[in-house]
């Protein structure tokens, strides 16, 4: 397995939830492997507002990622499935579309840049599963975790299959294994594999609409009574910690996957970051 | 009296060639799996299916300004059940691209692009964030376009060779 990658940070988790950032940075650490600074990188672009205003601009800049990776030859890996969906897709397309990456590359050359398109696009769960693997993880674990936990594997993650061929999309299973590895427990809960309600630009122009999305998956959360939601996705993230203060009996802790790898593997809590979730973690 | 939209086939023709993915618009036989899936037409009255035959059609008058093509998560649940394989997500992105084109655009998302063209993310960074970083043990700036001279130059650079910041300038509502 390529013992590193290229480290893409995106926006929320830095700017927003900066715990993300670190967590990531600790736990693959402490499994050996290497995470590089991909300096200078920008939005992935996002795709709910960027790719919905201009595809060339939304290929362009992700090309400009995918470059600043090329040039160290080395993977991106994301921690976030709207990075991971929109740098995924505009590399699918800019290797099968020799006219696009053409398009873009006459736009990159104008910043003394280039993109061969050589490199993959990594979500880190999947690095996790396929690369590092359960055994590995597991070695890590000094606090098996006593939760019941709630999955939330978003949109981008798994999906689309046509491109991603990851895992089923009405059920899969990679996130469930990974959070079980700690010694948690995964519940099934109704409508699993809905959105958040956040995408596409939606929380933006439409928070209402959003909030009602986010509200039907949490009254089915609540229902099955998680103590929290895991999830692989700042963005996803952001919408459940943030959206509960409008939502009055709702109050159920929101942990990126990173976040609870480093309560399990030890981490002391204050890098963890939890004081930047409105939603309080006391568990 | 109603008003009846007239078919406009060069609007379909647009559609079908504007980018990887469109050319699947008119594999759609109306079942309706999409509307039945759409965690957004749940709750609002987007209904994918007659955005798709609307599209079909080139109903273009009716299509640019509504607010339903804005209702989308891009969530995919459409596309992975569409017996028919239709890339509705890439169909949706290229009507979103031509009523942007047309000045359909809302203020909250003009405002994500001036922030992408002023420090290349989608969200502002201020003092606090600033301050619990630093307080974390991380860099106070991440080492992106944040705070990079040179990385945001080339950024913004990318967005204007492309017409970004000219086409945020056009706009109805």
């Given at each position: 397995m390529p013992q590193k990658f290229a480290?893409?940070?995106?926006?929320?988790?830095?700017?927003?939830?900066?715990?993300?950032?670190l967590a990531t940075r600790e736990i693959f650490k402490s499994m050996g492997v290497e995470l590089t600074e991909l300096e200078g990188a920008g939005c992935c672009p996002a795709p709910g507002v960027i790719r919905s205003f201009d595809q060339t601009t939304w290929l362009a800049l992700a090309a400009r990622n995918l470059a600043l990776a090329e040039a160290q030859k080395t993977d991106i890996m994301t921690i976030c499935n709207g990075c991971y969906g929109s740098m995924f897709e505009a590399n699918h397309i800019l290797q099968h579309h020799p006219k696009e990456l053409k398009k873009v590359n006459d736009v990159l050359g104008k910043i003394g840049?280039?993109?061969?398109?050589?490199?993959?696009?990594?979500?880190?769960?999947?690095?996790l599963y396929k690369d590092i693997g359960m055994e590995k993880i597991k070695a890590q674990v000094k606090t098996p975790l006593n939760y019941t936990v709630g999955v939330h594997y978003g949109c981008h993650f798994v999906k689309p299959t046509r491109v991603k061929q990851l895992d089923d999309p009405e059920k899969p299973k990679i996130l469930d294994?990974?959070?079980?590895?700690?010694?948690?427990?995964?519940?099934?809960?109704?409508?699993?594999?809905?959105?958040?309600?956040?995408?596409?630009?939606?929380?933006?122009?439409?928070?209402?609409?959003?909030?009602r999305m986010t509200e039907e998956k949490l009254k089915n959360l609540k229902a099955v009574n998680v103590q929290m939601i895991v999830d692989v996705c700042p963005f996803c993230h952001l919408q459940y910690d943030r959206s509960q203060k409008d939502l009055p009996g709702y109050n159920i802790p929101v942990v990126h996957l990173s976040q609870l790898y480093g309560m399990a593997f030890g981490l002391p809590r204050e890098k963890l970051g939890l004081e930047a979730h409105e939603t309080k973690f006391n568990l | 009296m109603a008003k009846i939209s007239e078919p406009n086939p060069d609007f379909t023709k647009m559609v079908i060639e504007a980018g990887p993915g469109s050319d699947t618009l008119m594999l759609c036989y109306q079942c309706g799996t999409c509307t039945a899936s759409c965690p957004s037409g749940r709750l609002t009255a987007f209904r994918t299916r007659q955005l798709i035959r609307k599209a079909q059609l080139g109903l273009k008058e009716e299509i640019m300004?509504?607010?339903?093509l804005w209702l989308c998560t891009t969530c995919?649940?459409?596309?992975?059940?569409?017996?028919r394989e239709v890339q509705i997500t890439d169909i949706l992105f290229v009507l979103r691209n031509m009523a942007v084109k047309e000045g359909y655009m809302a203020e909250a998302h003009k405002k994500i692009g001036e922030n992408m063209l002023r420090i290349g993310a989608t969200v502002p960074f201020g003092e606090e964030m600033k301050k619990l970083r630093v307080k974390m043990g991380?860099?106070?700036?991440?080492?992106?376009?944040?705070?990079?001279?040179?990385?945001?130059?080339?950024?913004?650079?990318?967005?204007e060779e492309c017409g970004f910041d000219k086409l945020m300038k056009g706009g109805k509502s």
């Amino acid at each position: 397995m390529p013992q590193k990658f290229a480290f893409f940070l995106g926006c929320v988790a830095p700017l927003r939830y900066p715990g993300i950032e670190l967590a990531t940075r600790e736990i693959f650490k402490s499994m050996g492997v290497e995470l590089t600074e991909l300096e200078g990188a920008g939005c992935c672009p996002a795709p709910g507002v960027i790719r919905s205003f201009d595809q060339t601009t939304w290929l362009a800049l992700a090309a400009r990622n995918l470059a600043l990776a090329e040039a160290q030859k080395t993977d991106i890996m994301t921690i976030c499935n709207g990075c991971y969906g929109s740098m995924f897709e505009a590399n699918h397309i800019l290797q099968h579309h020799p006219k696009e990456l053409k398009k873009v590359n006459d736009v990159l050359g104008k910043i003394g840049m280039k993109y061969d398109g050589t490199i993959k696009v990594r979500h880190f769960a999947e690095v996790l599963y396929k690369d590092i693997g359960m055994e590995k993880i597991k070695a890590q674990v000094k606090t098996p975790l006593n939760y019941t936990v709630g999955v939330h594997y978003g949109c981008h993650f798994v999906k689309p299959t046509r491109v991603k061929q990851l895992d089923d999309p009405e059920k899969p299973k990679i996130l469930d294994e990974l959070v079980e590895v700690t010694g948690a427990k995964s519940i099934n809960y109704r409508d699993k594999m809905m959105c958040c309600g956040a995408g596409g630009g939606v929380r933006s122009r439409d928070a209402a609409t959003a909030l009602r999305m986010t509200e039907e998956k949490l009254k089915n959360l609540k229902a099955v009574n998680v103590q929290m939601i895991v999830d692989v996705c700042p963005f996803c993230h952001l919408q459940y910690d943030r959206s509960q203060k409008d939502l009055p009996g709702y109050n159920i802790p929101v942990v990126h996957l990173s976040q609870l790898y480093g309560m399990a593997f030890g981490l002391p809590r204050e890098k963890l970051g939890l004081e930047a979730h409105e939603t309080k973690f006391n568990l | 009296m109603a008003k009846i939209s007239e078919p406009n086939p060069d609007f379909t023709k647009m559609v079908i060639e504007a980018g990887p993915g469109s050319d699947t618009l008119m594999l759609c036989y109306q079942c309706g799996t999409c509307t039945a899936s759409c965690p957004s037409g749940r709750l609002t009255a987007f209904r994918t299916r007659q955005l798709i035959r609307k599209a079909q059609l080139g109903l273009k008058e009716e299509i640019m300004p509504t607010e339903e093509l804005w209702l989308c998560t891009t969530c995919y649940t459409c596309v992975e059940r569409c017996p028919r394989e239709v890339q509705i997500t890439d169909i949706l992105f290229v009507l979103r691209n031509m009523a942007v084109k047309e000045g359909y655009m809302a203020e909250a998302h003009k405002k994500i692009g001036e922030n992408m063209l002023r420090i290349g993310a989608t969200v502002p960074f201020g003092e606090e964030m600033k301050k619990l970083r630093v307080k974390m043990g991380l860099p106070e700036n991440p080492p992106t376009t944040v705070g990079n001279k040179k990385a945001m130059d080339d950024f913004r650079k990318v967005m204007e060779e492309c017409g970004f910041d000219k086409l945020m300038k056009g706009g109805k509502s």
